[in-house]
């Protein structure tokens, strides 16, 4: 009974294995889950029946830097995740299956690929020397970056290698370039098809491009969206910075490519639209007193402020944009009101309805216990004036200062009953000698 039942444990188990064993003598990659990069597609048609026979076109990225949709010609049960060995020109690449099933015609509309455009096929999922191979040629593609970039500055090229990717064969290697100008590096691919012997790409780039190659963490704390999310970039100008009243300096508009900031167009479009809702800023406000310029507005609370003065803030009064064009309306029709404020409004801003914590203590709280102790006592006022009152001191006479000899201090020590003067010269009692040791 007991080996009985050993040999239906173990053949449960071998049962077990068979089923969790990866497909084709593949080495278990095939099953992991794709990186969620920039290039992630949510699959919401996955739950459908038929999803991935309705469509032959399967998407594939490539070290997370580009993407590519090839035909699966051979119809193989691929799942996303899967690694496998695609075509390439010349020999083979190997990639990672991120999308599958009708989306992936949506994907190619959105990526601008014509119908009539040619498309490579899928050879096979990738097997372990395929991926053993693909490991090699990813280990030398930061050593191959360096000496380029050598080769480059002693060719005195105006220009600088970003980035080297490999081929899952290892049969040809893209070179990624930035240059302000254009360069001829027909010299350069010479060299380096001799030193590395293999195929040479030259590919240009530009900065932002660049920065989301190399990644890192923007000035919010989080990484940098052109390496997380962003995979079309648009043109940003300073048009974006002025709608948002974001002062013009470039260090801080710049973000770490030396380009102006993606973030700055987020927004900027929720600004113009509510900036159309509010007065100009060259508008001036008569009163019966004053007249007022613009000097700051709060787009989303609709609040202006303006300042009797167009170079500095004087006389600041806050109101609605409600209230600035009735005062707009009253000027237009010859009238000047008392005062930019309502009847019953406050000339103060709004509070607001959040606690301010980081204004509910001081930086400097600590320093000042320190100073208090540091602080001396006051000086000889006090025995002078115990002193006066005592009746020691005559009128007339101006306060002397206290003495540094022993029986003044002993005095400030106990000023409630001052000792009286001993003019004889004798010594106190409480320390007598004989009068034998005296003579």
Known sequence: MNSDNFNNDSSSEQEEMSVQQ???????????????????????????????????????????THKGFFLNSLHLPLAIGDIVAVEASPGHDI??????????????????????????????????????????????????????????????????????????????????????ERVDFRQLIKVLADTFKIR?????????????????????????????????????GTAAARFQDISLNPQKLAGQCAKLKCCLNFEVDAYVESIKRMPTKDVRLETAD??????????????????????????L????????????????????P?????????????????????GQDSINRFDKDKKKKKRKPKSPKQPMENGAQNGNQPKGDKPQKPRSDKPQRKNNDRP????????????????????????
């Open 338 to 358: 008392l005062s930019l404020l309502r009847e019953g409004d406050e000339a103060s801003e709004p509070k607001s309805r959040f606690n301010d914590i980081l």
């Open 200 to 236: 040479i790409e030259m590919k240009q780039i530009g900065a932002r491009q660049e920065a989301g190659r190399i990644g890192g963490i923007g000035p919010c704390g989080r990484p940098l969206c052109c390496a997380s999310w962003m995979s079309n970039f648009v043109s940003v």
């Open 95 to 180: 990639g990672t299956v991120t999308l599958t099933g009708r989306l992936v015609a949506l994907q190619m509309r959105k990526a601008n690929i014509k119908p009539n455009a040619e498309v490579r096929r899928i050879f096979r999922i990738a097997k372990p020397a395929d991926i053993e191979k693909f490991e090699e040629a990813k280990a030398k593609e930061n050593d191959t970056m360096i000496r380029a970039r050598k080769i480059a500055a002693d060719l005195k090229l105006n220009m600088k290698i970003g980035d080297v990717e490999y081929q899952g064969d290892g049969n040809k290697a893209i070179f990624y370039y930035i240059a302000d």
């Open 22 to 64: 990866p497909r084709n003598g593949c080495c278990g990659h095939c099953r992991k889950e794709p990186p969620r990069g920039k290039f992630h597609s949510f699959n919401y048609l996955a739950d459908v029946p038929g999803g991935m026979a309705d469509y032959d076109m399967v998407e594939v990225t490539f070290k997370n």
């Open 317 to 336: 009064v806050t109101i609605d944009a409600e209230r600035a064009f009735e005062v707009m309306n009253m000027n237009k029709r010859g009238e000047k």
């Open 290 to 315: 004053n007249t007022y310029y613009h000097f700051k507005y709060d787009v989303f609370k609709r609040l202006i402020t303006y300042s009797t003065d167009k170079s500095m803030p004087a006389n």
């Open 416 to 439: 409630q009953k001052p000792r009286p003067k001993n003019n004889s010269g004798d010594k106190p009692k409480n320390n007598p000698q004989p009068n034998g040791d005296a003579q």
